[in-house]
Every structure is written in C-alpha cells, then in structure tokens.
C-alpha cells in the first residue's frame, strides 16, 4: 500500500522551474531512493513531501501525520557549537508524544551525550542528524545524502543503520549521489534529472531497461545512471 503519492509535482523558485511534472508512489516499508546529479531536483522534491516547502502545483499525499509520524533529516543541518548531544536529542523528543529512548538511539548510532556539536566530526553529525530524524519514532524517514561527505567505512556503517531503521518497518525515502549506496539499499530508485523523472524501477530493472553492457564483470546500477542521464529518453 503506497504510503506517500506524489503526483505532477512542480515546484518554481521564481522564472527557474526546480521540479517538473514528477509523479511517484512509495509503498509502506520500503526504501525507495531518489537519485540524480546535482540541482537535479532531489531535495526540493523530498521536502515538497516533508512538508517543508509547498508545490507550485500537483499533488503531495503522504499517509501519515506529517509533524508526529515523519522524520527529516535535511543536508548540512548546523545545531549551535555549544549544545552537547543529549541536550539537542532531549530537545528533539520534546516534540513528540511518542519519542524514542532517545539514549538508546545514541548506542545504536554510536555517539557520546556529553559531545558538543562544535567537536564532532563530519561522520559524527551525520549519525546525529539520524538520531534526531528517528526520535520521534516516525513511520516515514527521509533522509536527504545522509552519507555524503563521509568514508567508505563510515558510510558502510551508515547503510548497516539505515536497514535495521527498515527491519523496525519505518518507510525510508533515501535520496543519494552514490549508485552503489542505491543500489545496496533501495528497493526501487527514481532517477531524476532537470526536475523530472526520467525511470523507475529496482535496481536491476533500471540496469535492464537502460541496456548497459558489463564493462568488467557485471553491470551496475552506476552504470544505468550514467546512460539514463547521458541519453535521457523522455
Ligand atoms: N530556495 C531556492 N531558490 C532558488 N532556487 C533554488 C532554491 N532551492 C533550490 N533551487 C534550485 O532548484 C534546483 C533544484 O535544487 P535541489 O536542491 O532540489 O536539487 P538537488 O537535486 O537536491 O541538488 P543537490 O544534489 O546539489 O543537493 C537547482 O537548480 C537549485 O539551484
């Protein structure tokens, strides 16, 4: 059952059209990921379903309480160098009527309490940023290149992460750059770019339907990105 459906989306930022007739549904438990380049319309097509910005036109209907039930983790999100972690969670929480043990969501992303925001680093704000996505127990994560910026071993980390959120049966809308990351983790992926939908489909369907031949031993979802976006067929 499709938890989120977004229909003929189209958001403008003055003369400059971000977002251009994008439909899609997600279904509930999923991970479905949205990729494309850069300024391809990621981010604002994810926050027009957080709520967050309102469409130009088109439609947004997301199955859940948008304030209580959905999680946010937005890029480069900045807290004040001085609060420590437990007091930005506990902030967090207070938000909800339903948070998470908020300590216990720390141990799972591995990050000390009594940190200030000022000495962590990059890895570590993103595992705070998904702390503070997932305290309000949402039913819906969205999770905006969460990984982006990190080490490869970091960011491995971060997937383990992102599928024990699913296994708790939370819907996770991923946007990425990295195709391997979509790849390993999504169930379906919409490829994106100049504001529309130019596929989608799993993984391997993507891989099928945009006809790349292995280079080496396989091909891979990195590759049908590449012919998808070099030779959009509208
Ligand atoms: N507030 C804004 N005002 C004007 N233009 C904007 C605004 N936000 C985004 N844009 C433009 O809209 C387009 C889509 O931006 P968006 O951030 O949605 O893309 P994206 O795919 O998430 O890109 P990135 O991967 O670089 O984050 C870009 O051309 C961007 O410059």
Known sequence: MAIITVEHLRKTYGAHTAVDDVSFSVEEGEIFGIVGRNGAGKSTTVECVAGLRVPTSGRVEVGADLKEEVGVQLQDCRLPDKIRV??????????????????????????????????????????????????????????????????????????????????????????????????????????????????????????????????????????AFLALTDHPSD
């Open 86 to 223: 437990g007091e930005a969670l506990d902030l967090y929480a207070s938000f909800y009527s339903r948070p998470a043990d908020w300590r216990a969501l720390l141990d799972e992303v591995g990050l000390d309490p009594r940190r200030t925001f000022a000495t962590l680093s990059g890895g570590q704000r993103q595992r705070l940023s998904l702390a503070l996505a997932l305290v309000g127990s949402p039913r819906i994560a969205i999770l905006d290149e969460l990984t982006t910026g990190l080490d490869p071993l970091a960011r491995r980390d971060t997937w383990e992460l992102i599928t024990r959120v699913r296994e708790r049966g939370v819907t996770v809308v991923l946007v990425t750059h990295f195709m391997e990351e979509a790849e390993r983790l999504c169930d379906r992926v919409a490829v994106i770019a100049g504001g529309r939908v130019l596929a989608l489909d799993t993984p391997s369907g993507l891989v099928e339907r945009a006809g790349v031949t292995p280079q080496v031993t396989r091909a891979t979802l990195d590759d």
